[in-house]
C-alpha cells in the first residue's frame, strides 16, 4: 500500500503521499472514452467536468478499497476521535480536461451521511488541477499515487486544468449522527 503516514495540513487535512501504487488498471479504465457524464451542478454549465460511478467490488479498485478499508477509515477516526466503519460502496472517477471545470461544493450530503471525501489522484501528466480550500487557504497538489481525505462539510474546488487530462478516483468516509435527544419532563405532583 506504499507509505502509509499521512502530512496533516491546515484543518486537518490528511494526505498520503504515495499510497495508491496499484493505479494502471484503474487509469486503464479512465483512459476509456465511454460511460462518462457530466458531474452534479452541469446544469449550470455545459463545460463541467466529466465522472463515471464504479462499484468498489471492481477488480481495477480492490487496491484503492483495501486502503479505504484499511487504512483510511482508521486514519480518520483517529485524527478526529471517531469509530466510522463504512465508506460509499462506489467510487466516482472524475476527468477533467483544458476548460471543464467543477464549482467550488461541499460533498457532506447522502444518508448515511458523507463525513470524510477521499480523492485519490490518478496521475499528474497534466498542468492545474490543485484541490483547493478557500476557507483554509490550503491547496493539494495532484501527485500520482496521493490519497487525500478531509472533512466532507470543507468548501473545495478543483483548479483549472490548463493542459493535459486530470483523473481522480473519489470516494466517501460515512457516518450516522446521533438524533436530537428526548427529555422527558418531570411529571408535575398533584
Ligand atoms: O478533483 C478534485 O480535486 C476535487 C473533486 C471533488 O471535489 C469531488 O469529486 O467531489
Ligand atoms: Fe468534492
Not at 471543464?100 to 463525513?115: I, N, S, V
Request: glycine share 8%; net charge negative.
Amino acid at each position: 500500500m506504499g507509505a502509509l503516514t499521512p502530512v496533516e495540513g491546515a484543518g486537518g487535512i490528511l494526505e498520503f503521499p504515495d499510497a495508491l501504487t496499484d493505479t494502471q488498471a484503474l487509469l486503464d479504465l479512465a483512459r476509456e472514452p465511454d460511460g462518462w457524464q457530466p458531474t452534479a451542478n452541469a446544469s449550470v454549465t455545459d463545460k463541467h467536468a466529466n465522472m463515471r460511478t464504479l462499484e468498489m467490488t471492481l477488480p481495477a479498485l480492490a487496491p484503492y478499497r483495501a486502503l479505504v478499508e484499511g487504512r483510511l477509515l482508521d486514519a480518520a477516526n483517529t485524527r478526529w476521535g471517531l469509530a466510522l466503519r463504512e465508506h460509499l460502496p462506489q467510487a466516482h472517477l472524475v476527468r477533467y480536461e483544458p476548460g471543464q471545470m467543477y464549482p467550488p461544493h461541499f460533498d457532506h450530503l447522502g444518508t448515511p451521511e458523507r463525513f470524510f471525501t477521499v480523492i485519490g489522484y490518478l496521475n499528474d501528466d497534466y498542468q492545474g488541477g490543485a484541490t483547493v480550500f478557500p476557507d483554509l487557504d490550503l491547496r493539494i497538489e495532484p501527485r500520482a499515487g496521493k490519497v487525500a481525505v478531509f472533512p466532507s462539510h470543507y468548501c473545495h474546488y478543483p483548479a483549472d486544468v490548463t493542459s493535459g487530462t486530470k483523473y481522480v478516483a473519489v470516494t466517501f468516509l460515512l457516518g450516522r449522527r446521533p438524533g436530537p435527544r428526548v427529555f422527558r419532563l418531570p411529571t408535575p405532583r398533584p
